[in-house]
RNA sequence: GCGCCCAUAGCUCAACUGGAUAGAGUGUUGGACUACGAAUCCAAAGGUUGCAGGUUCGAAUCCUGCUGGGCGCGCCA
């Protein structure tokens, strides 16, 4: 959006220009560098645009800002893009832009197409977002639910921002868990064929290892005969079934992963030595009470942490480091992970392994995600992977919907707690907030249906000019679509999804109002045309915000 | 004991990262369909931003100390 930044641009060049006429007329000093800040203002009656440039001056001169802002303003020239400017508050410089201007600019999105609006920060930069990785030890639950979408919609997100995308999950199927898997179904099994077994309470408690177990019998799958063999085969088994469960259960949520990445790949192909060996190189590996520790102490406020354990296995945070590694290898310039937030303390070695490798920390970005509670009829529901009793993502889809379940996922800061209301995502009424973001696209389709009756189609939209739109909820409108470039941008600087969400509601709201208070069709052929150009630009940005979000926009309801 | 995160309207949450009179939804109360979809809209009421200090023109936001909640601190993953 060039012109959008032209925009804030000029406004730039104006108060610039100011300044430096303040200097020849001798009331600032002439070698004063200031940096004012050029924001939106949370207010609407506060103009398009905000400085704060009167306080930061105000020391310098020992004035008062408002005195300030006075005169700064007395020596403005307004150019082109304003036509009015004003001190308020305590010393604030408000900018109006010309409505003109955000005319033109919709005008022109709709000549560009709904592209025009997508920020070009990303430049092609590859970056690889890793989530979900549950370990395929059991069903996805709803937790997990919560980070895929998270990781989904920052991806999207990504990619409209200019960023080239990549999507995996990494699959742990080389550690200790997946014996113990095969273990509990092992067990499972033998109870089935009426064995008597002591069934451990750090196996896997769910349900569905019973399952697994049944399902070896009725399909009657060859199970060897060694014990020990027997359970590698269980485990292999069960970590399968799980695994396409788990993929399922993705695909059904609207989430796809570019790649699944094995762990067990790492020690395949030697990367895993290979780490050892360059982090040994480095001097940063070193060997005490007979096993090897990494220096994490050496990079960050954390404790040294054991590589290899002195009965030789590997740990979890070696693979990891590997992993991080081959992804760098990989030619990815931001690494981006998502994680339960129990996870947090993880954070400093991971990033001091990565300084250990050479490269930079800040390219690693790690997402939080926080815990959600579920609430069925106003009681929360209880939740514990270890009793097995976890509530899957399945039984919300299955439940809610994938619609309703996105985008509540989506109505949070991931690292704030979610309160999951069952109920009202369910609803298919107007407190539930899908509906509502929902409903004013079929709207905006029914008017359009409507219109086509009356022999208007879109094919007549280039025909509109917008200038006619002269309400105030109209402009506001107008920039409410534009502002949709700054909300992308916002949110792939921040990494912080949840905020199309917001927009969307905000925006869609405005749209309600309107619609209560104008009609859309009427005698001024004119005046409908520019008003369904307007609508037509809406319904695009509401459109691209669900689908970055993953939610149907629909025609009808 | 040490470290990280959270605390905002009755409830669930925002606040563009230090800006103006802290905003929505929901709930409560009252109103709006003989024209485009009432799954909508309009209005009222609701606050010492957990407490106490500090930094400055200005703090929900930053610093310190409390209080209350969550989570970490393994040769587990």
Request: hydrophobic share 40%; net charge negative.
């Amino acid at each position: 959006m060039r012109r959008n930044q032209m925009i804030k641009r000029s406004i730039a060049a104006i108060i610039k220009d100011a300044c430096e006429g303040c200097k020849k007329d001798g009331i600032l000093p002439v070698d004063t560098e200031i940096n004012p800040i050029i924001e939106i203002p949370r207010e609407k009656g506060h103009g398009d645009y905000s400085t704060n440039i009167a306080f930061l001056l105000a020391p310098v001169l020992k004035k008062n800002p408002k005195e300030v802002a006075g005169m700064l303003v007395q020596h403005m020239d307004l150019n082109a893009v304003c036509d009015k400017v004003d001190v308020a508050g305590k010393g604030f410089i408000n900018f109006y832009v010309k409505d003109a201007l955000w005319q033109e600019l919709l005008q022109d999105v709709y000549a560009k197409g709904i592209g025009a609006l997508f920020p070009g920060m990303g430049k092609g930069s590859k970056v690889l977002i890793e989530f979900v990785s549950a370990n395929p030890t059991g069903p996805l639950h709803i937790g997990h639910g919560r980070g895929a979408a998270v990781g989904d919609v920052l991806a999207n997100i990504l990619s409209k921002a200019g960023y080239d995308v990549t999507k995996e999950y990494y699959i742990n199927d080389a550690g200790r868990q997946i014996k113990t898997l095969g273990r509990s179904t092992f067990l499972r099994w033998q109870e089935l064929k009426g064995l008597q077994v002591s069934y451990e309470q750090d196996l896997y408690q769910g349900d569905y290892i019973k399952d697994l177990a049944r399902e070896i019998i009725d399909k009657n799958i060859e199970v060897p005969s060694a014990e020990e063999d027997a359970i590698a085969f269980m485990a292999k088994f069960s970590g399968e079934v799980i695994m396409n469960g788990i993929v399922k259960d993705l695909e059904d949520f609207g989430v796809h992963f570019d790649s699944y990445y094995k762990e067990s790949g790492l020690y395949e192909r030697g990367i895993i030595d290979d780490t050892l060996a360059l982090l040994k190189d480095k001097g940063y590996a070193y060997e005490k009470d007979g096993a090897l520790w990494f220096q994490t102490s050496s990079f960050e406020k954390d404790e040294d942490r054991v590589l290899i354990k002195s009965d030789g296995e590997k740990t979890y945070f070696t693979s990891d480091i590997a992993y991080h590694l081959d992804k760098f290898e990989r030619s990815y310039e931001t690494l981006v992970d998502i994680w339960g937030s129990d996870h947090h303390g993880y954070i400093p070695r991971l990033k001091a392994a990565i300084q250990a490798l050479g490269k930079d920390k800040e390219d690693l970005k790690v997402i939080l995600i926080q815990f959600v509670s579920l609430l069925k009829d106003g009681k929360p529901v209880g939740m514990s992977t270890r009793a097995g009793a976890f509530t899957t993502l399945r039984e919300v889809l299955d439940e809610v919907g994938r619609d309703a379940a996105r985008f509540f996922f989506l109505m949070r800061k991931s690292d704030a707690h979610l309160e999951f209301d069952l109920d009202l995502a369910k609803k298919t009424s107007n407190e539930n907030p899908v509906y509502y973001v929902q409903y004013a696209h079929a709207r905006i389709m029914s008017i359009f249906r409507n219109a086509g009756e009356e022999g208007i189609g879109i094919d007549q939209l280039p025909k509109a000019d917008l200038h006619l739109l002269t309400q105030e909820d109209e402009i506001s409108l107008i920039k409410g679509i534009i502002h949709f470039h700054d909300v992308i941008e916002g949110c792939a600087r921040s990494f912080e999804p949840h905020r199309i969400t917001f927009y969307l509601l905000d925006l869609v709201g405005d749209f309600h109002s309107y619609y209560n208070k104008t009609r859309v069709l009427g005698d001024d052929r004119e005046l409908t045309l520019a008003r369904l150009l307007l609508l037509h630009m809406l319904r695009e940005v509401i459109r691209t915000g669900l689908n970055i979000l993953g939610v149907s926009a629909p025609e009808r309801m």
